[in-house]
């Protein structure tokens, strides 16, 4: 069976990703800029939209590890 998360926005440049099941918190994702739109968790993916200046970007974060995948800049 394939766990479940629930994505919650922390602050300004953090995520708090919880266990959809148990409701307990799975790990604490850190993003450098803020964080200008509701964080989307899909399968084992995390995706947020982040601005850092003037520049707007959408990460992809592993929910496991809690690394950035890919960062994709918007217009």
Excluded: C, W
Aim: hydrophobic share 35%.
């Amino acid at each position: 069976m394939t766990k479940k998360f629930i994505a919650q926005t922390g602050s300004n440049n953090t995520v708090k990703v919880y266990d959809a099941v148990t409701g307990s918190l799975h790990r604490i994702i850190n993003v450098s800029g803020t964080i200008i739109s509701q964080p989307i968790i899909s399968e084992s993916e995390l995706s947020v939209m982040v601005q850092t200046g003037l520049v707007k970007t959408i990460r992809l974060y592993n929910i496991s590890s809690g690394s950035l995948k890919n960062s994709m800049p918007i217009q």
